[in-house]
């Protein structure tokens, strides 16, 4: 097929970006989207222009590192899948496809479709861990039994790549389920429980203080989610957030 | 130099306790005033700059990524391995390091996987007190999984995304000293050169990727955990930007490259399907317990199916060929990787691919939503249930264990894997081979380590499933921590390494002028051209089975892409930018030097062992006919190659191999 590409060009964070238009030719519907843009970066680096910078790696879905808003959606039109997941087979020949990077106060854009997704690391580093050093002394793995629901529950609010779609995706750049993710893992795991009143406060101070918006409950971040995290993630940490505060 | 892997005395099981209370310690108030640089953040990098950091340390770690939770560990699927015996099979740590010593085809070192098998369960431990979510059966407890080359269930998972898990794991723990300063974290950064002063590491060269700055940063001591090169084929499992800089710029300052030629091809990835592909991806080893693989048995379905005339469903059981089941019976479908692969290749190759390329086989899970399906049925008190019924509930299970794997087939190929078989082919993942390490994990450059995939001590010519990540943390979390401070506690006087010296200065000049040269040559081709090329010439030459006319042409050929490389390449944009093509060209010329050494590694290796098939060196009759046939009386070693220049001058040193614990036999898995 033959597609028309609208894509943000911005040469350095402190630049100016603007929409350029390029034009990319039998691209086969088994492609992945970004093979195609390799196809874009192929050709504009035999024309001796500078390719278009983009973030990736795993390209299995699975390190979280693409991103893109694509025709007005972060990670494009399929569900359940990073940019780099998706496919070709769902655009028509003759499409314009609209690339822009995705769009928050607290995340800067470094680069043509690149971010600075930074805020999500401080937040991480503000309490999402457990304090227990690495000395291998621990006690023996089976020595808590954990509720095969537990387990399950904390593994799929753990399954979050922090790609950042959920920011990208809200009207107010909100992280929260970003944010809830994280402190559910922890709140739903015994292990996690001695140090849960501090975790949820300094997490979410962390996350006021990077600028991201409030929830209003339009959910746009849980349709958007390639991981499929659910919003109970949010009401989560706003009930660990109401009893932390309750606490002191 | 002569080799000294430096294994303590003693008997194997004693060594590494021994080895503990007898080496020198840094007390607590030392260790603030001395610096470890660790490049790389996956599970071995990851855990070690957080424990390093943890023992008072200040560690400064590196990544090129822009978290560390982005490194490629994050990728392992299918489990992690130890010693727990919690299913009371005959599991232990002398069973767990013979089926890797086996696993491996003898060709690793004895002692380090022994200290390996050893410190598997305390990773299982850790990683719960951290928060880990494992999977659990209903009591609560942790529950265990199955995968090749063993007979027992030794393999924690958290559905197909343990490695996910377990690098979150290690990131949390980060997180936490980068919160307390005591990890400084450098994300998009690459390391892109080794400072020795007086003959130690003490620092390295990075760029900052997105101002394209060159930096200077000193350290006591120098940690690599950098992955694997698994990327010289281009096309690999591994991700975009894994690469072998790291690794083979202290190579090329002396540290040596150990048995470069062990690359793991992975039976079951996703087959390739056209020239624009840019990644394979793998479907974990784990769906081998419950698929079963098989192609037809008549070349007439075969082309059938290929021209879409009938669908692999409308075979009957009599008419497909379950051909490691047929020729493995002992293992079947759980035979290790290298076995695996070179069946479904030998199939493929004689003709019976499923797919337009001939280049697929099937993995089916029809048996097991059957088996599941009836299971449930008796569970629930269903009586008489219908195929349907059993097929539903069958899915459940399935869906339960390996539900993200079937979507992201289903992303990929566009064809529902509960309706119709999956295709696999296999697909180079994993390096065994690396820099070479003794018993301390230091290379041959004294105050420079080497730790996870990026070394080569624990998987010999092979590795068994789920056991890469079993290493990294070993490596990261509880074996470098002891070792690196028995080497730091000559330092505790040194103070900090002044960075304006002759050596920072000629390390920065050479690391600058390779910049200019890309961004000012303005070839004709693209990096990726010469990527592309130098995989076909790898993949083609030197994949899964290999002969010396094929690796002497491999190695010329090689050295041609590599001279028009330097000739011909172009990379747009300048040098104190964020540049992606800038950064390609960078490893790419490494690959080009390290693919020709790979070459010269596996043309001299004149046996088959694990996963370098030698055409030349096969069984030709008795039960053994066809399979891999190893030389244990003159390739028992450690091939470690020393840098002198252009790779076809590298010379060789042999570190013996010794076996005083495993006997050394044919290793049959029929």
């Known amino acids: 097929m033959n597609l028309t590409l609208k894509i943000w060009r911005q040469k350095d964070s402190k630049a100016k970006g603007q929409m350029v238009d390029y034009k990319v030719t039998d691209i086969s519907e088994h492609m992945s989207f970004l093979e195609m843009m390799d196809v874009l970066n192929e050709q504009l680096v035999n024309s001796g222009e500078e390719p278009v910078a983009f973030d990736h790696d795993c390209r299995e879905g699975i390190c979280g590192m693409c991103s893109m808003y694509i025709n007005g959606e972060a990670h494009g039109p399929d569900r359940g899948v990073t940019t780099c997941q998706l496919h070709m087979r769902m655009f028509n020949d003759g499409d314009t496809i609209t690339i822009e990077p995705f769009r928050a106060a607290a995340f800067p854009v470094i680069k043509d479709l690149v971010v600075d997704r930074m805020a999500f690391e401080r937040i991480q580093q503000a309490g999402g861990y457990i304090s227990v050093n690495t000395s291998g002394n621990t006690q023996d793995a089976n020595s808590i039994p954990i509720s095969k629901h537990a387990a399950d529950e904390a593994m799929d609010a753990a399954t979050c790549i922090g790609c950042g779609a959920c920011v990208a995706s809200c009207k107010n750049s909100s992280a929260m389920l970003f944010v809830g993710a994280k402190v559910s893992q922890y709140a739903l795991l015994p292990q996690g429980q001695v140090e849960a009143v501090d975790r949820v406060k300094n997490m979410v101070a962390q996350m006021d203080l990077e600028g991201f918006g409030n929830c209003t409950n339009t959910g746009a971040c849980e349709v958007e989610c390639p991981k499929g995290i659910s919003l109970e993630n949010i009401a989560r940490m706003n009930r660990e957030y109401l009893s932390a505060t309750l606490k002191g | 130099m002569a080799l000294d892997s430096k294994v303590p005395k003693g008997s194997i099981k004693d060594k590494w306790t021994d080895y503990k209370n007898h080496i020198d310690l840094v007390n607590p108030a030392n260790k603030r005033h001395i610096d470890v640089i660790v490049v790389g953040t996956g599970l071995a990098g990851g855990s070690a700059a957080a424990t390093l950091a943890e023992l008072g340390y200040n560690v400064k770690a590196f990544a090129y990524q822009d978290s560390p939770r982005r490194a ?59 928060g880990v979510p494992f999977a659990r059966d209903y009591g609560g407890l942790l529950d265990n999984r199955s995968f090749g080359g063993v007979l027992v269930s030794r393999t924690f998972y958290a559905k197909g995304q343990t490695g996910q898990q377990l690098l979150l794991g290690a990131y949390s723990a980060m997180n936490r000293q980068i919160a307390r300063g005591k990890i400084e974290m450098f994300n998009r950064h690459e390391m892109l050169d080794v400072v020795i002063v007086d003959g130690k590491a003490r620092g390295i060269i990075a760029r900052n990727l997105i101002t394209g700055e060159i930096e200077r940063h000193s350290a006591h001591a120098v940690v690599v955990g950098s992955g694997g090169y698994g990327n010289v084929y281009f096309l690999s499992t591994n991700a975009m930007g894994s690469n072998a800089t790291a690794a083979w710029k202290i190579h090329k300052k002396g540290a040596y490259f150990a048995n470069p030629c062990y690359t793991q091809i992975h039976p079951t990835c996703i087959p390739r399907s ?23 048995k008549n070349m007439e379905d075969v082309m059938a199916i290929r021209e879409g005339r009938k669908k692999p469903t409308d075979l009957s059981e009599d008419e497909r060929d379950y051909y490691l089941e047929r020729r493995y019976p002992a293992f079947g479908n759980l035979v290790p990787r290298d076995v695996a692969s070179r069946a479904a290749k030998e199939r493929c190759d004689a003709g019976y691919g499923v797919n337009a390329t001939g280049e697929a086989v099937y993995l089916d899970f029809a048996s097991a939503f059957e088996r599941y399906g009836r299971e449930q049925a008796k569970i629930h008190n269903i009586t008489n249930p219908s195929d349907e019924k059993i097929y539903e509930l069958g899915q459940a299970i399935v869906e339960a264990k390996y539900g993200n794997l079937f979507q992201m087939y289903e992303k990929i190929i566009d064809q529902n894997p509960y309706k119709t078989p999956m295709m696999i082919y296999p697909a180079v993942h994993y390096t065994m081979g690396g820099v070479w390490v003794d018993y301390n994990l230091m290379t041959t450059i004294p105050g420079c380590y080497c730790i996870g995939e990026a070394n080569f001590s624990d998987h010999g010519a092979n590795r068994l499933g789920a056991s890469a990540l079993m290493q990294g943390l070993a490596d990261g979390y509880f074996v470098l921590p002891y070792t690196i401070g028995d080497y730091l506690s000559d330092d505790i006087r040194t103070g900090k390494i002044p960075t304006d010296t002759k050596e920072f200065d000629e390390a920065e000049k050479e690391v600058s002028d390779r910049i200019n040269f890309f961004v000012n040559n303005k070839g004709t081709k693209s990096v990726d051209y010469f990527h592309k090329k130098l995989g076909k010439v790898m993949w083609d030459k030197a994949g899964m089975s290999r002969n010396a006319e094929g690796l002497i042409e491999a190695m010329a050929e090689i050295k041609a892409i590599r001279e028009e490389f330097w000739k011909e390449v172009s990379v747009p944009g300048t040098a104190d930018e964020m540049n992606p093509e800038l950064e390609k060209a960078g490893r790419v010329a490494d690959f080009l030097e390290l693919g020709e050494l790979f070459a010269k590694d596996a043309l001299m290796r004149k046996e088959s062992c694990g996963g370098h098939f030698r055409e030349e060196s096969a069984e030709l009759d008795g039960p053994q006919k066809g399979e891999a046939k190893r ?32 006997e050394l036999k044919q290793r049959s898995y029929k």
């Open chain 2, 631 to 662: 030389n244990d009386e003159d390739f028992a070693f450690v091939a470690a190659w020393e840098y002198k220049g252009e790779p076809a001058d590298a010379v060789l040193h042999k570190e013996e191999l010794e076996f005083k614990d495993i």
């Open chain 2, 72 to 130: 490629h560990s994050i990728a392992a699927q299918g489990g992690i391995n130890a010693a727990k015996n919690y299913q009371g099979d005959g599991d232990s740590t002398y069973r767990l390091f013979y089926d890797t010593v086996k696993g491996g085809d003898y060709r690793s070192r004895e002692a380090n996987v022994y200290r390996l098998a050893e410190v598997s369960a305390n990773i299982i431990d850790q990683c719960v007190a951290q």
């Open chain 2, 274 to 296: 056209g020239d624009y592909q840019s990644k394979l991806t793998l479907m974990s080893e784990s769906l081998r317990n419950d698929g079963r693989i098989w192609v037809p």
